[in-house]
């Protein structure tokens, strides 16, 4: 939970997805089993954190939707409000932040795609992360940016605070 006047935004690109059936639209490309255990570290490591978003928009896509319910059976508090956004599918920076000030909770989870969400991650916050990979946001990548602000509707580029970025790779 966020403090009065204050926004959390916490901004993921899907866990790692299959490649191994090229009849498969893009859309529909499910999680492979590297992502999955991304995704299960993910949200074992939000709720060590306290990270509970009270939304939750998603892009319509098979490997976000499965990201989201991979993490959700974290033992997550919280059972956020769910948007699942067209729009958010291969999405820019722009339309990512449109979607973002519609939002009505003050602690939100984004689940995107790149390249927009790498571009969206690096126009955030005030001073990036250190991280050598954090221009490229690999899958799995979650940032964790708060805004003193009072409404989504508010936020801009640079003004966001950031409070983790983490990367998962499945591997282990």
Known sequence: MTPLGHRRLILTRHAKSAWDDPTLDDHD???NERGRRSARALGDWMASRGYEPEEVLCSTATRTRQTWDVVSGAPLEVRP?????????HAGPDRMLAVLRSATQPTVMMIGHNPGISEFAAMLPARAPLDPEFRS????????????????????????????????DGRS
């Open 29 to 31: 490309r499910p999680l």
């Open 137 to 168: 946001y690999p899958t799995a990548a979650t940032l964790v940016v708060d805004f003193e602000v009072e409404s989504w509707a508010e936020i801009a580029p640079g003004n966001g605070s950031v409070m983790d970025f983490i990367r998962f």
């Open 81 to 89: 409000v769910m948007r699942f956004e067209k729009s958010l599918y």
